[in-house]
């Protein structure tokens, strides 16, 4: 069964402060591994990761993927309070469905990340 | 452009009732997903469209859970005889094909709560 875990579950910290959020999975069929941050409902896409060891970059968000230890890290440096969410790993597989292949997420449960002043 | 849109955005309900949930997705996106993500869970994938058909039923939990999707665009999940362990939100995605490397844009979604 296709499995991702995310750590930490939870995490506090202050505006300024550097965090490292963790994803490792095991899947069949990798194709790539997408963040999303979710703060009211909706999931919003962050980053896409299909090859290991090159650093996606944007602001101050940056993510980098070991498809060798199967693993991810999602770096938030600089923490505004605004980065206050949950943070959602998935990995995407192929499935065969319907004669086509189509990619099929498997997510964490999440890091909720708070930022206090 | 209109993002992945659903309605109604909050529904509380009484255990036994049905209750049918719609997504708009994004137009001439083609697929289309439907998630459960229970408090403090992640996202369980339920079903997957390709175009008005489901080759991917795989998640959903019970026969009280079906989905349909017409003009390839607009899906409505229905879930019938509903049981509290049902209460969740229920989030629909799209993308605008099929394949893998297919960023999913999500939905605000739907909170069912079931009394």
């Known amino acids: 069964e296709d499995k991702v875990v995310q750590s930490p579950l939870s995490l506090v910290v202050h505006e300024g402060d550097t965090v490292t959020l963790n994803c490792s999975y095991e899947?069949?069929?990798?194709?790539?591994l997408l963040w999303y941050k979710q703060e009211k409902k909706a999931p919003t896409f962050l980053f896409m990761l299909?090859?290991?060891?090159i650093e996606k970059k944007s602001g101050r968000l940056s993510s980098i993927l070991d498809k060798k230890e199967l693993f991810s890290i999602l770096n938030i440096t600089a923490t505004q309070t605004g980065d206050s969410a949950v943070y959602l790993c998935?990995?995407?597989?192929?499935?065969?469905?319907?004669?086509?292949?189509?990619?099929?997420?498997?997510f964490g449960q999440g890091t909720i990340l708070t930022v206090h002043p | 452009g209109a993002g992945v849109s659903q309605s109604p955005s909050n529904k509380v309900t009484e255990k036994g009732k049905d209750v049918e949930l719609r997504c708009d997705p994004i137009?001439?996106?083609?697929?289309l997903y439907w998630y459960r993500q229970r408090l403090g869970q992640g996202l369980e994938f339920l079903i997957y469209f390709q175009g008005n058909s489901a080759p991917d039923k795989s998640g959903l939990p019970s026969d009280r859970f079906s989905a349909e999707r017409t003009g390839e665009s607009v899906s409505t999940l229905t879930i019938q005889r509903t049981q509290q362990e049902d209460s969740a939100v229920y989030l629909c995605?799209?993308?605008?094909?099929?394949?893998?490397?297919?960023?999913?844009?999500f939905g605000p979604g739907t909170r069912l709560t079931v009394l």
């Open positions: 137009s001439g996106h083609t697929a």
């Open positions: 998935a990995v995407e597989n192929a499935e065969r469905a319907g004669g086509t292949s189509y990619g099929k997420l498997t």
């Open positions: 299909t090859s290991s060891g």
């Open positions: 899947v069949t069929n990798f194709r790539s």
């Open positions: 995605a799209s993308s605008p094909q099929a394949g893998v490397y297919n960023e999913q844009f």
